[in-house]
């Protein structure tokens, strides 16, 4: 029988459903978000009682173990494809803390920090970067020199009295349960990135861990 077939090319392609973002944050914090330079560039995160949840679990051997919430991994790659450098700076070392760095890809990070300050100023003059173009996230006391400092600092739930009472936002979630999450989402939509990165992970994944 001559003729051509129906084309069917497509026809079991996926239909794609339209999103908006679900997340949002009040407008007056969104603006703070932003710093006072309208455009913050860079990231600093603490790792104990922020990337996790400030338990420290040792062997009987010494070793050092911890656990890290995918959600703040993810995000901190996504601050990255949003163009604001993610900076991590702890005051304890341990090869967990750096395994988890090296695992996310981040180029920019100090371990064993006794000063903290210290230990960032080389970092931003590397980035050319002021203080007010830089985001803070922590929760103990080694952690205020740099959140008095950054154009916008926050703190998880249960971060130290002292340094929620200066952070511009405390977050919902705990260190080691989503703060640090909240942290990056709020930034990626206050410098208006959230949206189009969203958007882009329906069109593409890749796959990679976090």
């Not at 064993?112 to 931003?124: H, T």
């Not at 830089?134 to 739930?157: E, H, N, Q, S, T």
Request: glycine letters at 12%; charged letters at 20%.
């Amino acid at each position: 029988m001559s003729g051509s077939s129906p084309n069917t090319a497509g026809a079991d392609a996926p239909v794609v459903r339209e999103l908006q973002p679900a997340l949002s944050f009040p407008p007056e914090l969104l603006l703070k978000a932003q710093g006072p330079s309208l455009g913050l560039r860079a990231a600093i995160f603490d790792v104990d009682g922020v990337l996790t949840d400030g338990r420290i679990y040792l062997s009987a051997e010494g070793e050092e173990f911890k656990a890290f919430a995918t959600l703040d991994g993810h995000g901190m790659k996504l601050l990255a494809q949003g163009g604001i450098v993610p900076i991590v700076i702890t005051g304890r070392d341990s090869p967990a803390v750096r395994r988890r760095v090296a695992d996310l890809g981040l180029p920019h990070a100090v371990y064993g920090a006794r000063n903290k300050l210290a230990a960032a100023q080389p970092l931003l003059d590397q980035l050319g970067l002021r203080w007010d173009q830089v985001a803070v996230i922590g929760d103990d006391w080694p952690d205020l020199p740099l959140m008095v400092r950054a154009g916008f600092a926050c703190a998880p739930a249960q971060a130290h009295a002292e340094v929620q009472a200066v952070a511009h936002h405390v977050t919902a979630a705990a260190g080691g349960h989503g703060a640090a999450r909240e942290f990056c989402d709020l930034l990626l939509m206050a410098a208006g990135q959230y949206a189009r990165l969203l958007h882009g992970h329906l069109e593409t994944l890749d796959g990679s861990g976090h």
